[in-house]
């Protein structure tokens, strides 16, 4: 069975940095790309970064040049670096998967980004 599990949001101020994880299990991880999204408050989901199982990765062009995703695959773990933290990133942070075309999801991690 497929799980998700997010660790490391928090409460920072303007300028500040999170280092966001996300532990999966149930799966061969070093085999499929693996998403962030995030749901500000008040409004819809959106996609964050995505990074393959090759290494390569994908931004929203809001994030771009502040986060970076990454993968420790030894370890079944996605990351997020994310620095110069603006208040409109305030937002719970989901990490996410396809496998055989069923979206998983794990339960969120608040980031909230305010002085």
């Known amino acids: 069975q497929v799980q998700l599990v997010e660790s490391g949001g928090g409460l920072v101020q303007p300028g500040g940095s999170l280092r966001l994880s996300c532990v999966a299990s149930?799966?061969?991880?070093?085999?499929?790309?693996m998403n962030w999204y995030r749901r500000p408050p008040g409004k819809e989901r959106e996609f964050v970064a995505y990074?393959?199982?090759?290494?390569?990765?994908s931004y929203r062009d809001s994030v771009k040049g502040r986060f970076t995703v990454s993968r420790d695959n030894a370890k079944s773990t996605m990351y997020l670096e994310m620095n110069s933290l603006k208040p409109e990133d305030t937002a719970v942070y989901y990490c996410?998967?396809?496998?055989?075309?069923?979206?998983?999801w794990g339960e969120g991690t608040q980031v909230t980004v305010s002085s």
């Open positions: 996410n998967m396809n496998l055989d075309w069923t979206d998983y």
């Open positions: 149930g799966f061969t991880f070093s085999e499929y790309g």
């Open positions: 990074i393959r199982s090759g290494g390569g990765t």
